[in-house]
């Protein structure tokens, strides 16, 4: 069964940083490309980071590049999001999610549908 399970979210003030974790199990997880995909309170998802299963390289939606790095640990399974720079405009649910095929094509962020796998989601809430 295929798990995808976030932490680290919390409350932050403007400026501060979080990390996010996502502990994956139940598949091959250096195989396949994962995203990072937001939700903000009120509005629909919004695809926020990418990284490739082999080459590790990463992709960022232009709200948050600079700001936020993505990596992975293939070794521990794991999915993580460095989230720094912090804005309110950053308050949303972060879920984790697995690429359906692999890795996608270049040329901008998989549609959503491609992703088969979700996490529950972690909350990041920033206000002062």
């Known amino acids: 069964e295929v798990q995808l399970v976030e932490s680290g979210g919390g409350l932050v003030q403007p400026g501060g940083s979080l990390r996010l974790s996502c502990a994956a199990s139940g598949f091959t997880f250096s195989s396949y490309a994962m995203s990072w995909v937001r939700q903000a309170p009120g509005k629909g998802l919004e695809w926020v980071s990418g990284?490739?299963?082999?080459?590790?390289?990463?992709t960022y939606a232009d709200s948050v590049k600079g700001r936020f790095t993505a990596s992975r640990d293939n070794a521990k399974n794991t999915l993580y999001l460095q989230l720094n720079s912090l804005k309110p405009e950053d308050t949303a649910v972060y879920y984790c999610a697995k690429y359906a095929n692999g890795d996608p094509p270049s040329g901008g962020p998989p549609p959503l549908y491609k992703y088969d796998y979700w996490g529950q989601g972690t909350q990041v809430t920033v206000s002062s």
């Open positions: 990284i490739n299963s082999g080459d590790g390289s990463t």
